[in-house]
């Protein structure tokens, strides 16, 4: 796997041409997808938590490359004819390998909820899609620091995790993880053994859905009740889950903004922008 990052400049983002040629299910409601593209073989990630986004093309049909206006992928899908325009989802990486040309993506799906899951769930060996380049999002740091995620955001935590362990593992003992799981069906098993006894504290929270919010920041105000907050948080998932926690991070440990890193995923009753 290639973690190496990048410089913290903005890249140059360009729309990749790929074909799928894994789709496995490893949890009921987890798909690790498995993309091809020769130009995976020289690219480097700028950061784990790289996001980038799918574009489907509509069922029946083949991915067609198409011009993008700067990073403005949005407008460039809307602008093509309705009965071609492909569907547009982000995503994050879960690893990168460069020697087979290939990339990893872990997807939670919904059943046919959105047009992601509904592409994901029948995408087959051979089907062609189009990856849009983008940024990571969480910085190293040298203080204590809080990840928290729900079950979108877990790859990209463990991605993150496994960065400081080639890079930095002295900061894997002032790191605090909390994982939200609503359903053991979407979250990759082995979080717990795998890392617990490398970060200072290692916390799942199991809870119901459209509550996740309310159950972190109960868990975080009772872990950090008698001890100083972190100096730097990564919050990633939810909508209104990531909110929260930046909000804890702002109000009631005095973080500056620039020390808060709030990735809203996706969000309940709506598809994200």
């Excluded at 290639?2 to 074909?19: C, D, F, G, K, Y």
């Excluded at 799906?109 to 047009?115: E, I, K, N």
């Excluded at 996740?212 to 105000?221: H, I, P, T």
């Excluded at 730097?232 to 702002?250: D, H, I, N, P, Q």
Aim: charged share 25%; aromatic share 10%.
């Amino acid at each position: 796997m290639n973690s190496s990052p990048q410089s913290a400049t903005m890249r140059q983002h360009e729309l990749i041409p790929v074909i799928l040629t894994a789709n496995k299910r490893i949890r009921p409601r987890l798909h690790r997808l498995t993309f091809y593209a020769e130009a995976f073989r020289t690219y480097t990630l700028s950061g784990p938590d790289e996001f980038f986004g799918l574009v489907m093309p509509q069922a029946g049909q083949e991915f067609r490359p198409f011009p993008v206006d700067g990073i403005n992928l949005r407008s460039a899908v809307s602008a093509i004819c309705e009965e071609r325009r492909p569907d547009l989802r982000w995503y994050t990486i879960r690893a990168l390998h460069s020697e087979e040309a290939t990339v990893d993506v872990d997807v939670v799906t919904h059943g046919d909820s959105g047009p992601g899951s509904r592409w994901i769930r029948r995408a087959r060996a051979g089907d062609t899609a189009g990856f849009f380049t983008c940024n990571d999002l969480w910085r190293p740091t040298e203080s204590a620091q809080l990840l928290v995620a729900d079950a979108s955001a877990l790859p990209a935590l463990r991605h993150i995790l496994a960065y400081q362990e080639n890079h930095n593992p002295a900061m894997l003992r002032a790191t605090d993880v909390m994982a939200v799981v609503t359903s053991e069906d979407e979250v990759e098993p082995g979080l717990a053994t795998r890392w617990e006894t490398s970060v200072r504290s290692l916390r799942i929270i199991h809870t119901q859905p459209r509550q996740e919010a309310d159950a972190v920041v109960a868990a975080l105000r009772a872990d950090y009740a008698r001890a100083p907050g972190p100096g730097y948080v990564w919050a990633s998932g939810e909508g209104e889950l990531a909110k929260s926690v930046r909000g804890m991070a702002v109000n009631e440990w005095g973080l500056d903004t620039t020390d808060v890193t709030w990735v809203p995923y996706w969000f309940y009753g709506r598809a994200r922008p």
